[in-house]
Structures are given as structure tokens and as C-alpha cells.
């Protein structure tokens, strides 16, 4: 099974069969043990990471992941901060960056530019997010999350609830859950951001049950998982658009209290005001547990592609 | 150049097309489409072929249909495989010496490159100064349904021809 992820481009979570993505999870399993640990495995390896577009979580537990393992970072956090901004093209940019090191991670704003990226690289790239589209590895994070939580994928309903048109984190989760045999989801959006054609196809033809509601007080009380994802006002055409959509649906704790027992709310974050405070320390809340998953599960995937073993 | 336009006429009356010699007869054209076809093919009339373009002819199968004449111009098998895009149903008759020689009927490929541009705004496709082509991959054959490799974006029958910008 670990010959499959051997020097491989990371573009989709589709990519990634059931037996891929748990076999992945396995590994994290024991990445885990050495999550406090300083390894060496990937010593004589230069990761560079190109991130376009802001991120927090994503670059640094990239980061943390690589150094981790031994290896070293180079990177830029913006456009600017490259000679993008003097005017180079993306393929030159890639170019140089596959000449200086072992591993792309990139982030951009444009759909379709890791895919793009590795089609000029020789290296093996990692999508880090492209524009409203993939996001893989927070895909990979938060389905081990729950698989962590319930101990399994399958059988569970899930709500899957705001942006699903913009939000890549959602879109990718979606895609990854239709890689399991969840019992049914629900597509949770408001109309103006409801999930997008491709999605919708994609889960009819794997024969995935959903249902697209417009309101989470309607299904809270048959879900099991509830994803929230923040409104991306950064990739509205039409800033007047966001004024519609703004603060049209929130997470409360007396909303959560309608729900079951065991309900977990997970979120990609950055989360901004979906989200009460209160449920941030409920038992509810299980999104801070799937952030430090973030480092475990890109370091159990760089270790995979470059052939290390995590025993 | 020598282009023959002829529009709206009857049966009997594209007689005033003459029969080409050699080259390229392109039938059962839904009516309107000619122009699109002429577009994906990437055919502006400055390469110099004498092209007859006859649209909403009376068409026993389609009621009304359009036909192109391109002479001396012998289609590939890509190029006959694009008309599918504007044409499912149209059918292709080489002529040879005044005599059709082959016949073929189109067939939607499986992947279109460089002849659509991707009607999303953020698709890396789209963006300037870099080399690259825009590549589809047919998702359902009949409606047509395309989808963009990069950014996943779905484009059914009637969006393609505003989208045909032969980026070759």
C-alpha cells in the first residue's frame, strides 16, 4: 500500500481511494506517538512551501510537519513576497522552486493551479488549497478526526453547513466523505451559496444519499457530525453579494443542546462569527482536536511520499 | 477570399451552390449553428478556401438545418470529433473529383483541449502569461456534458459555443 503514495502528487482528495485514505490514517496513528518527538527521516530533503494566499494553520503545521521529520523549509507567504509581483508567470516560479527543493506545498487563489503546478513540476506537489475548489489535506484531517471521534466514517449522518459554494475545506470534505459510505449528508446553505454543480453531480453518480436544505434548525436533531465553514468573503465577485449572505446562519450551544448527545461540531477554521463562543469549550466542539491533527497527518503524508517509515 | 454566404433558402434553391470538387461537405448542422462550426474549427475565411455556408435549409430529419462547403480543406479526425460539440448529429461527406468518397458521422471525444475556454473567472486557464491549454473531459455524451480538468467546472451543450475561443 505505501508504494501507492511514493513520490505522488497530492491535487484532490478524490484521488484517494477508501484503502489509500486509511491505510494514511493508520500511519497517523503512529505519527502520533512522536508527535513530541524530533525525527530525522527526511534529513537531506528541501521542502519549499509557495503559499499565494494567507494561512495560518495550513503553513505552519506544514512547517512543523517537515521540520519535524528533519527536513528544511523554504518559503514565501505572498505574492509580493516573490518575483511574482515583478511579473513572472506561475510556471516559471514553479520551475525554480522544482530545481531548489524535494517537495512543492502551494496554495493559490485560482482553481486548478497545484494541478497546473504539477504538470510543469518533477517533483511531487501537495495542494494546500486552489481557489474555491480542493483543499485534500484538510480533507485527510478532518475525516480522521472523526474516525478518531466515532471510530468510524460509515453509518453516520452528517451536516455539512455554510459556504458550500466557495468554501474549499467543505467542498473537499464532501468529496472525501463520498469515498466512505456515510448514511446520508446534508448540504446546509443558505441559497445564494448553495454547493456547486460538480459536487452535486459527483455525489448522484456515486449514489451518495444528501439532501440540500437551507436551514440547520430543521436536520440539527438526525446529525451526527455537523461541519460548519465560514462564510469566503474574500472570493465574492460582488462585495454587495456578501452583504446578503453575512451572518445568515450560526452555530449556538442552545441549537447544539436540540441535538444529539454525541453531536461533534468540527470547522477547517479560521472561524469568524458562525460559531458562539460557548460551544468553543462544550463538549460539542471538537474543531481545536482537529487542528493538532493538522501536523500528525502532513507528517504521515510527507513521510509517505518520500518513501520514510513511521514505525 | 471567396465566401459564399446563402441564408434562409429552400431546398431548391441551394442549387445555386455549386457542387464543390474537392474538399469538405458538412451536413445535418442544427439550423443557426453553421457559424459556430466554422469558430470551433478555428475557419475565419482569410486562409483563402472557397466556403459555402447555407443556413435553415429544409431538412427532412432536422426541419430546417444547415450545411458547409469547404473546398480543397480535408477535415482531421480531431477536427471532425469538435464538430460534435456544436453538431452531435451532423455528418461529414469528403468529396474527391466532384464524388463523395468517405462518409463519417461525428463523435463526441472524451477530451477537448484547446478549443473551449473555461467559463469560470478564477480557473487557472484563464489567467494571462501562462503557457497553458484549457482541457476538458466529457462527463455524459447525449446532452453533452463537459467538465474542466483544472477547476471542475461543469459546461452543458447550450454554454458551449460562447465558449469557443481556440486557444491552440
Redesign the interface.
Known sequence: MKERFYKRDVISILEFNREDLEYLFDVCDKALRYIDKKLYLLKDKVISLAFFEPSTRTRFSFEVAAKKLGADVISFTSEEASSISK?E???DTIRMLDSYSDLIVIR??????A??AAEIAEKPVINAG????HHPTQAMIDLYTVRKLFDTIDGLVYGVLGDLKYGRAATSFIYGLSQFKPRKIYLIAPEALKA???VL?MLKNKGIIYEERNNVEDVIDAIDVLYVTRIQRE?F?DPMEYEKVKGSYRVTYELLKRGKKELKVLHPLPKVDEIEYSVDISSYAAYYIQAKYGVPIRMSLLALIFGAELE | MHLFLVLSLSEESTLVVSKIKNGTVIDHIPAGKALDILAVLGINGKEGYRIAILMNVESKKLGKKDIIKIEDRMLSVDELNIISLVAPRATINIVEDFSVTAKHRVEVPNYIEGVLRCP??????N?R????RTRFRT?SKDPIKL????????VIWDEIPKLIARKR
Open positions: 511579473g508567470n506561475l510556471a493559490h487563489r485560482l482553481e486548478g493551479v494541478k497546473y486552489d481557489g474555491k475548489q456547486r454543480e460538480e453531480e472570493r465577485p | 469560470n473567472p478564477t480557473c487557472v486557464t489567467k502569461a501562462e503557457p497553458i462527463i467538465q474542466c480538468e483544472y477547476c471542475g467546472t461543469v
